[in-house]
């Protein structure tokens, strides 16, 4: 089986561990086996080393990159930001100064950085990877007639030019919504599909400022798309939409009730019918009757079909 | 406006330094301010705004305009810029000198402290979630892990961060 190292940055493991149980659920399930990059750590968050000293950065950044080297393995990443944060580093070490000034760094713990691992998304591994095809023959149940309206997520699409893996349009991604359709669900197209959530560094700075933002896009999936449920590839975005509806709803600033959110792995993790308890039951928005829906009888792929 | 010559020079001397390479073949078009999600959410000075400033020389008088804290280093500004600025190293360029200054809120220290000590900016007990969703309850991360917070620390005491007396 194809190994991958799985890189888990803070936000899954430490908060929404249930996410991070889907992909130990769903890769070995579709061939692919995640393996532990142990003392991995933050990649480092943009308002950390990066917001600092260039340099800092890609050493963090790197320390990350070297557990995997060792390893032999690449590394995906569920986090936008992770993703971003090291596509970037890697990058920046493409320049001899920054690489040999990282290394005099990295020397002082023992480690050398020599870029013989690469980056992934989780949702490039799905799509680029294991496959739609494969993705559809291990569905358990089929999600006809649901609509999902999608969020992609900044940071695994600009800039383009220094990620692995990238959309023929950046500003009109499709990997997400092929993930989404292989389930058998409508994904339905609304006019802020590139828009920012508004979560990230202008949610610590301003926090009004980033539910603006949000607001904005949450009205034009509502009404544009009257989906059931949003389904994005960012954790960050998860937490967004998933932490300010309800925020929104509490002000009166909606008038509908807060549209359920999954993770796209918690979604395929219920569509390949995993326990709902162990991949999708942490979130401020009350999804047990959609899951209950996802994964209801009349959903059940039959066996030979 | 007075134009100074040393302060502009001087400004765009340090914001290359600190990662800003592209400034100087900006020409101000706006294509950077039109898509930027900050300048929409109402972050005046960021993307051309704050490069016109910064080729003017205006550097010491933004040091406290938040603006660039508001930045989602998103790179829609690079992706578009038709000049190849990359305006978010420029705006990041500005932030880092921003930070050295210690010009920032109180509230990003937290964010250096968690992952000086723990290897995580975010850091929450985790132990009953993992147990809820039958993961085990340490993760296989720097949290629970002294030798690669060492690491880490070595790596930030070892840095320009080390000497701001951050953590
Ligand atoms: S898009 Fe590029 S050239 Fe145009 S204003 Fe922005 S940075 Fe300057
Ligand atoms: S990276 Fe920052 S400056 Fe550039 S478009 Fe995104 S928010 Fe705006």
Same mark, same amino acid.
């Given at each position: 089986?194809?190994?991958?190292?799985?890189? +888990?940055?803070?936000?899954?493991? +430490?908060?929404?561990?249930? $996410?991070?149980?889907?992909?130990?659920?769903?890769?070995?399930?579709?061939?692919?086996?995640?393996?532990?990059?142990?003392?991995?750590?933050?990649?480092?968050?943009?308002?950390?080393?990066?917001?600092?000293?260039?340099?800092?950065?890609?050493?963090?950044?790197?320390?990350?990159?070297? &557990?995997?080297?060792?390893?032999?393995?690449? $590394?995906?990443?569920?986090?936008?930001?992770?993703?971003?944060? +090291?596509?970037?580093?890697?990058?920046?070490?493409?320049?001899?100064?920054?690489?040999?000034?990282?290394?005099?760094?990295?020397?002082?713990?023992?480690?050398?950085?020599?870029?013989? %691992?690469?980056?992934?998304?989780?949702?490039?591994?799905?799509?680029?990877?294991?496959?739609?095809?494969?993705?559809?023959?291990?569905?358990?149940?089929?999600?006809?007639?649901?609509?999902?309206?999608?969020?992609?997520?900044?940071?695994?699409?600009?800039?383009?030019?220094?990620?692995?893996?990238?959309?023929?349009?950046?500003? #009109?991604?499709?990997?997400?919504?092929?993930?989404?359709?292989?389930?058998?669900?409508?994904?339905?197209?609304?006019?802020?599909?590139?828009?920012?959530?508004?979560?990230?560094?202008?949610?610590?700075?301003?926090?009004?400022?980033?539910?603006?933002?949000?607001?904005?896009?949450?009205? %034009?999936?509502?009404?544009?798309?009257?989906?059931?449920? &949003?389904?994005?590839?960012? %954790?960050?975005? #998860?937490?967004?939409?998933?932490?300010?509806?309800? $925020?929104?709803?509490?002000?009166?600033?909606?008038?509908?009730?807060?549209?359920?959110?999954?993770?796209?792995?918690?979604?395929?993790?219920?569509?390949? /019918?995993?326990?709902?308890?162990?991949?999708?039951?942490?979130?401020?928005?009350?999804?047990?009757?959609?899951? !209950?829906?996802?994964?209801?009888?009349?959903?059940?792929?039959?066996?030979?079909? | 406006?007075?134009?100074?010559?040393?302060?502009?020079?001087?400004?765009?001397?340090?914001?290359?330094?600190?990662?800003?390479?592209? &400034?100087?073949?900006?020409?101000?078009? /706006? !294509?950077?301010?039109?898509?930027?999600?900050?300048?929409?959410?109402?972050?005046?000075?960021?993307?051309?705004?704050?490069?016109?400033?910064?080729?003017?020389?205006?550097?010491?008088?933004? &040091?406290?305009?938040?603006?660039?804290?508001?930045?989602?280093?998103?790179?829609?500004?690079?992706?578009?810029?038709?000049?190849?600025?990359?305006?978010?190293?420029?705006? #990041? !360029?500005?932030?880092?000198?921003?930070?050295?200054?210690?010009?920032? %809120?109180?509230?990003?220290?937290?964010?250096?402290?968690?992952?000086?000590?723990?290897?995580?900016?975010?850091?929450?007990?985790?132990?009953?979630?993992?147990?809820?969703?039958?993961?085990?309850?340490?993760?296989?991360?720097?949290? #629970?892990?002294?030798?690669?917070?060492?690491?880490?620390?070595?790596?930030?005491?070892?840095?320009?961060?080390?000497?701001?007396? +951050?953590?």
């Amino acid at each position: 089986m194809e190994q991958i190292g799985l890189y +888990l940055g803070c936000n899954i493991p +430490l908060k929404n561990p249930d $996410i991070e149980q889907s992909f130990r659920k769903i890769f070995p399930a579709l061939d692919v086996q995640p393996v532990d990059l142990e003392g991995a750590g933050c990649c480092p968050a943009w308002g950390t080393a990066p917001s600092f000293d260039l340099n800092t950065w890609c050493a963090i950044s790197s320390r990350n990159i070297t &557990i995997a080297e060792e390893k032999n393995v690449d $590394i995906m990443t569920g986090c936008n930001s992770c993703f971003g944060v +090291l596509s970037e580093a890697k990058h920046f070490l493409e320049t001899p100064a920054t690489r040999t000034a990282v290394n005099n760094s990295l020397a002082k713990i023992n480690r050398e950085y020599k870029g013989t %691992s690469d980056i992934y998304h989780v949702a490039h591994v799905l799509h680029k990877k294991i496959g739609l095809t494969k993705i559809r023959e291990n569905l358990k149940y089929k999600l006809d007639g649901l609509k999902i309206a999608v969020q992609t997520g900044c940071h695994t699409l600009w800039p383009s030019d220094v990620y692995k893996v990238k959309e023929d349009n950046p500003y #009109f991604p499709t990997m997400l919504k092929e993930l989404c359709e292989v389930t058998g669900a409508t994904v339905c197209h609304y006019s802020r599909l590139e828009g920012c959530c508004g979560m990230g560094g202008m949610r610590s700075t301003d926090a009004e400022k980033s539910l603006k933002l949000f607001k904005e896009k949450l009205l %034009s999936i509502k009404e544009e798309t009257n989906a059931d449920m &949003i389904v994005t590839t960012c %954790s960050s975005c #998860f937490m967004q939409f998933d932490m300010s509806q309800p $925020i929104l709803k509490g002000r009166g600033v909606i008038d509908f009730e807060p549209i359920p959110t999954f993770y796209y792995t918690q979604l395929l993790a219920l569509a390949m /019918g995993f326990d709902p308890q162990q991949v999708a039951c942490i979130s401020q928005i009350d999804r047990n009757p959609i899951i !209950a829906e996802i994964q209801s009888d009349t959903r059940r792929i039959k066996e030979g079909m | 406006m007075i134009i100074d010559q040393n302060k502009i020079d001087e400004t765009i001397k340090i914001i290359k330094a600190n990662g800003g390479h592209g &400034i100087q073949k900006c020409v101000q078009c /706006g !294509a950077c301010s039109a898509i930027c999600p900050g300048v929409k959410a109402g972050f005046p000075l960021l993307c051309r705004a704050l490069i016109k400033d910064l080729l003017n020389g205006l550097l010491e008088e933004n &040091i406290e305009n938040s603006s660039s804290w508001g930045c989602q280093a998103c790179n829609r500004c690079t992706e578009v810029c038709p000049q190849g600025v990359r305006p978010q190293e420029v705006v #990041f !360029a500005f932030r880092r000198y921003q930070a050295n200054e210690l010009a920032f %809120s109180t509230s990003a220290v937290t964010s250096q402290m968690n992952l000086y000590e723990t290897g995580h900016a975010v850091f929450t007990d985790p132990k009953e979630a993992r147990r809820k969703v039958g993961l085990p309850e340490e993760t296989p991360t720097s949290a #629970f892990n002294e030798a690669a917070q060492q690491e880490i620390r070595t790596l930030m005491d070892n840095s320009p961060m080390g000497e701001l007396g +951050l953590f």
